[in-house]
Each structure stands twice: as structure tokens, then as C-alpha cells.
């Protein structure tokens, strides 16, 4: 099938916790895999910020402008890498706000975003969502039925579902994403909910035409310009 292959779902080694890779080699990963462009995804969570992760010395003292920044750093190494093999590399996060465990997908916020409304896990998700479409973004909840603590949330205050998560090492229940998205009428996402090296090239979506920034990413899901999403063979 042709197209151009975009991961919607990644994590970086400098800003995620869970992340195993550094930021160059998951975009020769992805390049070398036949991919158009990924997403950094980050998670963007509490534990990050207050230090929890074990990540940032001093966490109470530093000022929330280099907390941001720090949150950053995967993106912006990624972006740098792929600007020099020629692949495409947008800026997302992987929400989770403190009133429950469930982790969404937010495309469409930049870092300036960050550093201008801080602590956004403290928002609840009804808040959250008109604030990320009064910047012209889009959120997709991320695999909703994964273990014990993940569960559909209201969807009302969603664009979308992640129907196929297709990290290789986990049951994420892709059959009942799916049917929770049909039955609301959702937009549909594909992500590798990269990790580790052999999570590459599980998932993605597959644009008709090659967005080249998040504007163009969004404008496209929005507009269905796709072919389809890449599952697990």
C-alpha cells in the first residue's frame, strides 16, 4: 500500500521514564523501518514534575520554565536528528491528569504551550479538552481497556481512540477500543507505543499525503485523509 507512515505514539529515553531508546536512534529506527515521521509522545504526568521519576535533582527548587524544558529534551533531540535524515518529527504528549490513571494522546500543544499554562495534570479532563481545541488540537484516548486501571473515558470529551495499540508486550484489548470508538462515533488511531527497539514499525497511520507539520497532522485525521492505520501483522 502506498502512503507515508507516521507513528502517533512514542517515548524517549531523556523524558520518559519507560523509555529505553535515546531520542537519535529512535528516529534511524523509524527512518530505516520506511516511516514518513513519528510522534513524541511523552508522558506528561505528575511524577514527572515533582521529580518522582527520579529524573530531575531538585525538583521542588527548579522553576517550572526548566521543568518544561527538561520534558522537552526527547522531542527536541528527535526533531534535530530527523531534520537530518529527512524524517518528519511532531510534538504530541501522553496526558494524565491526577483524578484518574487514564492516559490520552494529545496532538496539537507545542512546548511554549507548556511553559505558558504550567501543571496541567491538575486539570481534569473536562477541563483539559476545550482548552486543547481552543488550540487547535485534537485528543484521542490511549489504549482504554489496558489492565486493571485503564477505563473508557466520557466521550463527550474526546476526538478519538487509540482502537489498535500495538506495543508488542502488552494486552491492550484492541477489539474492545475498537468497538467503544464505533459505537461513539470516534476517530480512529493506530500507535506503536514505542519503548524498546523491537516495538518499531508496530503501528501507525497511514496519511495519503506527508504532513509536515502538526497543523497538516491534525487537519489530515480530521479530514479522514488516510488510508488506513498499520496493525500488527
Known sequence: MEGFIFDTHIHTKPSSICGRI?????????KQAGY???VITDHYYNGFFDGLDGMLENADKMPW???AERFCAGYRAAKAAGDKLGLVVLFGQEMR???HPNDYLAYGITPE??????EMYKLTLKEYYPWIHSKGGLLYQAHPFRGERNA???PRYLDGVEVCNAKPDNESRNELAQAFCDQNKLMEISGSDFHKAHHVGCGGVIFKECPTT???FIDMLRSNAIYGLKRPK
Open 214 to 216: 502538526m497543523s497538516e
Open 152 to 154: 473508557p473515558a466520557d
Open 36 to 38: 514518513s515521521g513519528i
Open 113 to 118: 504551550d507548556l511553559v505558558e499554562k504550567p
Open 97 to 99: 491528569f491526577l483524578e
Open 65 to 67: 520554565e526548566e521543568k
Open 22 to 30: 535515546e531520542s537519535e536512534e529512535i528516529v534511524a529506527l523509524y
